[in-house]
């Protein structure tokens, strides 16, 4: 699935909640695009990956003068510019939806992209806290020259397929061109950490950070020795030029999310992401209102419930009313939930509405043993919208029956944002679990917990089925099924289908899996023989392929052969083909006696596939094998009446 996601080239604010949204979506597996002339820099670090960064600009804003002061003639000037540039935006910009095959598009909240998603038959949805319109009317409302555009930048508004109003920084009016907008919390972008803030700029871990910050709009004129020498302690700020010891100048491109979570106290002018970041924190803040900003009062409204808010109207300039203030600042408050996963899944949901209104969808997750693949399913149509895997690790540290406790609670933090996403679908939800949920006697303890948190309706299904439903997944991409083996390798087991001579599915399953291989490995013990040993055992015959199927067989043609991600079981690979990346991988590992990291862990993993393929070919004297990274919750999705 792709997204186009386009925030408004006004400040950072809009830009880093888009960044928030984004991380969401591509955790959910979609691939993002951000169209925008806001600095890279702010959509990097995010979780779930990285998007996809185009620049281009499709609209203004407002343009501010110093102290944030509304340049009331700029603006116009600025937005009349881009009117005149009305047609070649839009039509650059059904160029590219069309080009890069855009399924929907989320603006916040440019409106020329509405008109361009018009011509292109693309879906968009439109999220934010106030629209253009809004602010606009207030601005311009003695300007009878903008009411054309005024009318224009209205009536695109009220095309969008789907709108969401971001509660905390709106009010009743903040969004006139929106029909019908359904309400959500707070967006906040979750960057990773990657680097020791107070190591990076010789803070004294122990000192009282005072972070100082404005967005990406205007400059602000502030006594700003006067503020450092009235707190006890460190002041950030991105501002050069002064000397007062306890300052320091951060880079203006920095992780402001950490520096809000490592601070005392916060200084900022109003702006949703600004607050929002601040309040999903818990932290004290001080804010600076600018002069005739419409967005300002739905802002400040905003915190009549976060008494750690305290409103500066005036600037002081003397030291001791800066002191008085630092004196007299509240205490944390609770920190307000965020709803990223939430807001993404209600996009979703609304697209998936729209395009499919009256088909059967169903939500169809396969647990494995350290997997988790997904599949959303058109059972009306018999088609796959979208699938996803998750690493949860869950048969790492099995012993004696038990998954243990520490695998089980990762396994439900990985999933839990994933599953936040799926929750807001109408979809039937469906769980099948495999490999050590037969094996481990508290595998009811996760299981019950998909039922009753996420309203899945579960079930442990034996190898046979696994093995059937494997086949059912992959068996019509096949050029001639009699003549193939369906090889489904897993975590703790590994499972053999194909078509006897009657034309019915048989199948075996070997107990062994790459987490039980590597498992050997560590222990001491030949696994190779483990995996020798078991397919001596196996007798076929006729056989001419064999299919490598399910996530393994997306990781193992990614990690040895690249190319397309749509995997294709015509598409035949030969036994000298496999010798050579079998003995690619082993170069990697042959003196390698612990499997400890997760880097380390993955390419085991890949040369053991490599080994279980190349033992399987040789032992029935196969020539070729082939891939298809379907899985076993296909099978079961097409099984269902």
């Not at 395009?355 to 169903?362: G, S, T």
Request: aromatic share 10%; hydrophobic share 40%; net charge negative.
């Amino acid at each position: 699935m792709k997204i186009a996601i386009y925030p408004s080239n006004h400040g950072f604010g809009h830009a880093t909640r888009m960044a928030a949204l984004a991380s969401s979506l591509m955790s959910f597996g979609a691939e993002v695009f951000i169209c925008t002339d806001r600095p890279q820099f702010l959509f990097e670090n995010l979780d779930g990956g990285c998007v996809e960064y185009r620049h281009c600009q499709i609209d203004v804003g407002v343009v501010h003068k110093e102290n944030l002061l509304t340049d009331y003639q700029g603006t116009k000037e600025a937005i009349l510019k881009l009117f005149g540039r009305r047609e070649e935006i839009v039509a650059q910009e059904v160029e590219f939806l069309r080009e890069h095959c855009i399924d929907l598009v989320v603006a916040d909240i440019p409106y020329f992209i509405i008109e361009a998603c018009g011509y292109a038959h693309v879906p968009v949805y439109g999220v934010t806290n106030f629209d253009w319109y809004f602010i606009y009317s207030e601005l311009f409302k003695d300007d009878p020259e903008m009411k054309p555009v005024l009318n224009t930048i209205y009536g695109l508004y009220r095309r969008l397929d789907g709108c969401f109003r971001l509660k905390t920084g709106s009010c009743e009016n903040s969004l006139p061109g929106f029909r019908n907008p359904q309400d959500v919390g707070l967006i906040v972008r979750n960057c990773h950490a990657n680097e020791d803030i107070w190591g990076k700029y010789s803070i004294p871990k122990d000192d009282d950070i005072l972070l100082i910050m404005f967005g990406g709009e205007g400059k602000m004129e502030l006594p700003l020795d006067v503020i450092c020498k009235a707190w006890k302690g460190t002041v950030l700020s991105p501002f050069e030029g002064c000397s007062v010891t306890n300052h320091v100048c951060i880079l203006k491109d920095e992780n402001f999310s950490e520096l809000i979570r490592i601070s005392r106290l916060v200084m900022c002018k109003p702006g949703y992401s600004s607050f929002a970041e601040v309040l999903s924190r818990g932290k004290p803040m001080l804010y600076l209102p600018r002069k005739n900003y419409p967005e300002e009062p739905c802002l400040i409204r905003g915190l009549d419930d976060y008494p750690s808010a305290q409103l500066i109207d005036e600037i002081p300039m003397d030291l001791d009313a800066w002191k008085h203030i630092f004196a007299n600042i509240a205490g944390e408050c609770a920190a307000m939930s965020i709803a990223n996963e939430a807001l993404a899944g209600m996009i979703l949901a609304s697209y998936f509405k729209k395009v499919y209104p009256r088909d059967r969808l169903i939500s169809i997750c396969d647990l494995g043993s350290n997997n988790f693949n997904y599949l959303l399913y058109n059972h009306s149509k018999g088609i796959k919208l979208h699938k996803h895997w998750l690493t949860t690790g869950l048969a790492r540290g099995f012993e004696d029956g038990m998954l243990s406790d520490k695998s089980i609670e990762n396994a439900k933090e990985n999933l839990e944002a994933f599953l936040e996403i799926d929750a807001q679908f109408e979809s039937e939800k469906k769980l099948i679990a495999t490999g050590v949920s037969r094996k481990a006697k508290n595998a009811d303890v996760i299981l019950d917990w998909a039922e009753s948190r996420w309203g899945y309706q579960t079930k442990i299904i034996s190898a046979k089925k696994e093995a059937q439903y494997g086949w059912e997944a992959v068996a019509e991409t096949m050029s001639d099924p009699r003549k193939s083996l369906v090889l489904d390798i897993g975590g703790m087991t590994t499972e053999i289908s194909w078509l006897n001579k009657g034309g019915r599915v048989q199948s075996v399953s070997l107990d062994f899996g790459l987490v039980s291989l590597i498992k050997a490995h560590n222990q001491g013990e030949e696994a190779i023989n483990i995996v020798c040993d078991a397919i001596d055992k196996l007798k076929f015959e006729g056989i001419e392929n064999v299919v490598l199927i399910g996530l393994t067989a997306k990781l193992f043609h990614q990690s040895c052969f690249g190319g397309s991600e749509v995997l294709d079981s015509r598409v035949l690979y030969d036994f000298e083909e496999l010798i050579d990346c079998k003995e690619t991988l082993k170069l990697w590992i042959i003196v390698v006696e612990m499997v400890e990291d997760e880097e380390m862990r993955d390419r085991f993993s890949m040369f053991f596939v490599a080994r279980i393929l190349r033992a399987l070919m040789s032992k029935c004297n196969i020539p070729y094998f082939s891939f298809n990274d379907d899985g076993i919750n296909l099978g079961y999705a097409r099984s269902l009446k």
